[in-house]
């Protein structure tokens, strides 16, 4: 399986710039999940309770202030059903929407179903607003006599944002060797196969103030779901774009550090499911005006386990003055 990586390109010269701001646009998420009697052990193994589960734990993972647009489908797309995710008890009202499914279905349609989703979450949501993450679900293989699953990724990749990934989740492993070699070739498509586990990490923007030149430190907080996970699981963080004060993009003469393989091993867990890391900004020669720094994350993927970045980094913002006592806030009332 292709490394899922959310490393953001440095903006140089002629190089196409990534959008830093669109990084923090709320995000929806799409689950679509495959509810043919084939999840219930007709023609094979009774694996519903495990997918159940399966759900129940993504659900978990989603970061709060987000939006859950969840379907079904057989060979027929049923859904959306909106949530937004602000508390627990939201999230327990899509789990509660899963325990009460009627697995029915008798034809296993993904790519006209999945061309439905595509279409309406490009007209709903448009990138320059939202950012997107597409979780297909199912064990089967394709059985639409016409299906033209290239065709379909060719028009997600023709309009899909810089922070926007589809993932399609192949529970049985019986994906053709056309539907593989389409996803590794799509831009911001992943493969997992079996039960991926996704492990999402949410940086809290920051606000430093300090002396430009020499070095400075600071720390970077994150919200970390399924933590668990992080014992064998790291990342990567990179300077992609330092914007002067006024909006104009400068060769990023700034070194972050540490920038590499940051494991649990480097985290402090401050409380249940947060964490903060210890960072320094080194300026180097001609850094010497006040700027945004964005900072791009990447994650370091084991087999099926898959890190999400949502935002994909986050902005520090650097003011050459004496520091006055700054308060961080993320939407969740942590400071």
């Known amino acids: 399986?292709?490394?899922?990586?959310?490393?953001?390109?440095?903006?140089?010269?002629?190089?196409?710039?990534?959008?830093?701001?669109?990084?923090?646009?709320?995000?929806?998420?799409?689950?679509?999940?495959?509810?043919?009697?084939?999840?219930?052990?007709?023609?094979?193994?009774?694996?519903?309770?495990?997918?159940?589960?399966?759900?129940?734990?993504?659900?978990?993972?989603?970061?709060?202030?987000?939006?859950?647009?969840?379907?079904?489908?057989?060979?027929?797309?049923?859904?959306?059903?909106?949530f937004v995710i602000n508390s627990n008890d939201d999230k327990q009202k899509i789990k509660d929407v899963i325990e009460n499914i009627k697995v029915d279905g008798t034809r296993t349609y993904i790519s006209s179903n999945l061309e439905k989703v595509v279409s309406q979450i490009k007209n709903d949501y448009p990138k320059s607003e939202y950012n997107k993450r597409i979780y297909l679900l199912t064990d089967g293989i394709e059985e639409d006599p016409v299906a033209d699953f290239a065709k379909v990724l060719q028009n997600y990749g023709s309009w899909r944002g810089d922070f926007d990934y589809l993932y399609y989740v192949d529970l049985r492993d019986l994906a053709s060797d056309a539907t593989k070699k389409v996803i590794e070739e799509t831009q911001g498509a992943e493969l997992g196969t079996g039960f991926a586990k996704f492990l999402t990490i949410s940086p809290i923007f920051q606000k430093v103030n300090c002396?430009?030149?020499?070095?400075?430190?600071?720390?970077?907080?994150?919200?970390?779901?399924?933590?668990?996970?992080?014992?064998?699981?790291?990342?990567?963080?990179?300077?992609?774009?330092?914007?002067?004060?006024?909006?104009?993009?400068?060769?990023?003469?700034?070194?972050?550090?540490?920038?590499?393989?940051?494991?649990?091993?480097?985290?402090t867990k401050m409380e249940e499911d947060k964490y903060k890391v210890l960072f320094s900004i080194v300026f180097n020669n001609d850094s010497s005006c006040e700027c945004d720094i964005y900072v791009g994350l990447s994650g370091r993927n084991q087999g099926n386990k898959i890190i999400n970045f949502e935002p994909a980094g986050f902005t520090i913002q650097v003011r050459n003055k004496p520091a006055p006592k700054v308060k961080v806030k993320n939407g969740g009332g942590w400071h």
């Not at 020499?214 to 970077?220: I, L, M, N, V």
């Not at 699981?233 to 400068?250: A, R």
């Open 1 to 82: 399986m292709k490394k899922v990586l959310f490393l953001l390109l440095l903006t140089v010269c002629s190089i196409p710039v990534l959008n830093a701001e669109n990084a923090n646009n709320p995000y929806v998420h799409c689950l679509v999940l495959d509810k043919t009697m084939s999840m219930t052990g007709h023609g094979g193994t009774n694996i519903w309770a495990d997918v159940q589960n399966y759900c129940y734990e993504w659900i978990d993972g989603i970061p709060e202030s987000s939006t859950v647009l969840f379907y079904t489908f057989d060979k027929d797309l049923h859904g959306p059903q909106k």
């Open 211 to 267: 002396r430009i030149g020499g070095t400075c430190s600071f720390e970077q907080h994150f919200l970390v779901s399924n933590d668990a996970l992080l014992s064998s699981m790291s990342f990567d963080l990179k300077i992609d774009s330092v914007k002067t004060i006024g909006g104009v993009n400068i060769a990023p003469n700034i070194e972050i550090k540490p920038s590499r393989n940051i494991a649990k091993q480097q985290m």
